[in-house]
């Protein structure tokens, strides 16, 4: 018992200094403009065995580690819906493709060529050191406001066909591998077999078995069992793929595509990131704190030469490919910096290759080293070359800029209320995403052809995962005082440039809000109610004239009530302005309507 005490104290102890390096060196990285993959792997590196041998047994949290990249190809999956894949389905698969495989093979070359390594072991680090880094891509070109433009959305194609190369290259290394222990399992035929038996398996589990359990779970609310499902699923998944002995990857990125299209994904996505994140971060760490810094010193210039090499020839070979694909040449130039370094899933691929025995771990610190190196560079590639990037300024002064794609609308709750709004934003081809947590519902919707996703639209991490960064309407139509002042003022901070609607319950939910961040704010049944005594007072005979009034009356009445309640905090203040008192029925006389004040911005109830 002693024993297992002071082991887990230890195991304890080891993390403190780990997760401290690590963000320290994170947030200045960030602060650089770096990337927190950078950070990451500089702070593994101290902490190491080499260096101030703080933390022991980096085997052993690779391990753990390893589980990040599964959640990392799981939420690949969860990416690749199959209208998304078929409205980019050329510059995926086209561009995509000629990427990895032109990149792949001249870097083979160029490795062999230039290190003297054999066939298998080039292509063993070729073909990972073509794939770019998202981690590092992504958030620049969200920071720059191109992520929704047409070059976004082209090196966004590109970097999703490389997340789906991951599997087939990890079988490529498998098929080469020279590990007796590898040769010794089931010819390449079964293997074959049971990938497609399994993913076939997987598939079916997910719609008869997956999807019937996120309902369930859906109807009781419980979020705690969600995130327990989505681990399941992923654990489960990648067991499986493991058992017949496949890629835990594979069966992560499978578990990923079978839910894509369901209601559950921005939820399953809300609740997996951080895991995710954490586990990443920590699998970074390990790569860090595994790398042979006595074999980078010892040949420093072959590191060099050799990330300088990597970085021109993704940069050619991009570049040519944008030209063909009839992008502009500075684009093309642009597209070929920003993936011109090596990434994270090199890493991955790495590990796989040493453990098949094709290439040395000396050659793995090395390489490893060329890709950080490579991520380094990017930063200040991007920032050098900004000048002969950046198209000339036309005669009218006019530069090159985001192209509007239309606005994007955000709608959480899409019940009587939300689906009105939502036809009419799509009458105007405003491009809407669904959310709500009604089971039952979400399937009626989907009988009349309407998406809806499962999850609770009032967290910031799940409007985050919907799209909220690049939204212009946020548009809260939530039954109920579901929605307050706190939640809008988040929800404003996190996504400044969205405008922010919320459907009111009654008057008390109107009086919270006003005054906020809120772009208008709408009293759920105050026109139909109005609607509905006109046509009441037209049925016995009240003159139209008379109809008007009566309406400019109340709306005037209604407004000076809500300020009066609204400045003393008091939902019984200005009880004496409600319209039928005696001393206010202005039909005796007493009391005249007096012409409709313009509304204020924050005044639509």
């Known amino acids: 018992m002693e024993h297992e005490a002071a082991a887990a104290h230890t195991y304890i102890a080891e993390y403190a200094p780990l997760f401290g390096f690590a963000l320290v060196f994170v947030l200045i990285f960030r602060r650089m403009g770096l990337g927190a993959t950078l950070g990451y792997l500089v702070a593994g590196a101290l902490v190491g065995p080499q260096l101030l041998n703080l933390v022991g047994e980096a085997e052993t949290k690779m391990g753990i580690a390893e589980f990040g990249i599964a959640l990392l190809l799981f939420l690949v999956g969860l990416e690749l819906s199959p209208a ?152 489960a998944s990648a067991a499986l793929m493991q058992s017949l002995g496949l890629s835990t990857a594979l069966g992560a990125f499978v578990a990923g595509v079978m839910l894509a299209d369901s209601p559950y994904r921005h939820e399953l996505e809300a609740d997996i990131e951080p895991f995710r994140s954490i586990l990443l971060g920590l699998f970074f760490l390990s790569v860090g704190m595994l790398l042979d810094l006595s074999a980078i010193a010892d040949r420093p210039l072959f590191v060099i030469a050799m990330a300088l090499a990597l970085i021109a020839t993704k940069a050619v070979v991009i570049t040519g490919l944008g030209l063909a694909f009839r992008m502009g040449w500075r684009q093309a130039l642009a597209l070929g910096l920003l993936l ?8 991955v691929l790495f590990a796989q290759a040493q453990g098949a025995q094709l290439i040395a771990p000396e050659a793995v610190s090395i390489f490893s080293a060329v ?50 709004v939502g036809q009419m934003l799509n009458a105007q081809g405003i491009a809407v995403t669904l959310i709500d947590t009604d089971i039952e519902m979400i399937d009626i ?4 052809g309407a998406k809806v996703y499962y999850g609770d639209g009032t967290r910031l991490d799940m409007l985050r995962q919907a799209g ?71 049925a016995v005979g009240v003159d139209a004239q008379e109809i008007d009034r009566t309406e400019d009356l109340y709306r005037r009445r209604d407004r000076e009530r809500l300020r009066i309640q609204h400045e003393a905090g008091d939902i019984r203040a200005a009880r004496e302005a409600i319209i039928g008192n005696p001393e206010l029925d202005w039909r005796a006389g007493r009391e005249k309507p007096e012409p409709l004040e313009p509304k204020t911005e924050n005044d639509c109830g």
Request: glycine share 12%; net charge neutral.
């Open 84 to 235: 998304r894949l078929w409205r980019m389905k050329q510059d995926i698969f086209g561009f995509g493709l000629l990427q990895v495989v032109l990149c792949g093979l001249v870097i083979s070359a160029v490795v062999a060529l230039g290190a003297g390594f054999s066939p298998e072991a080039a292509l063993a680090l070729g073909l990972p050191l073509a794939l770019s880094s998202t981690a590092q891509v992504l958030p620049m070109l969200q920071s720059a406001g191109r992520m929704r433009t047409p070059f976004g959305e082209r090196a966004f194609s590109i970097l999703l066909f490389q997340d789906l190369s991951i599997v087939p290259l990890i079988t490529i290394i498998a098929v080469m591998s020279r590990n007796p222990a590898d040769a010794g399992g089931p010819p390449g035929w079964l293997l074959g077999l049971y990938t497609v038996l399994a993913i076939t398996g997987l598939v079916l589990a997910g719609r008869y078995v997956l999807r019937p359990l996120f309902r369930l779970i859906g109807n009781w609310g419980e979020r705690e069992l969600f995130v327990f499902a989505g681990l399941f699923t992923v654990v």
């Open 340 to 347: 011109s370094q090596g990434g994270e899933f090199a890493f």
């Open 371 to 420: 890709v950080t190196l490579s991520m380094a560079t990017t930063p200040f590639l991007m920032m050098f070359t900004r000048r002969f990037r950046t198209e000339e300024t036309g005669p009218q002064g006019e530069r090159e800029g985001p192209v509007a794609d239309g606005s994007n609308a955000l709608i959480i709750g899409y019940g009587r209320f939300g689906q009105t």
């Open 445 to 448: 919707a989907g009988q009349f």
């Open 468 to 538: 909220a960064g690049d939204a212009e309407l946020i548009l809260f139509c939530l039954d109920g005082d579901q929605v307050s002042a706190e939640l809008v003022e988040a929800v404003h901070e996190a996504f400044p440039n969205a405008s922010i609607f919320v459907r009111a319950y009654d008057r008390r939910a109107l009086l919270k809000l006003k005054g906020g961040s809120a772009t208008g704010v709408v009293r759920e049944v105050l026109e139909s109610a109005i609607v509905m005594a006109r046509r009441a007072m037209d």
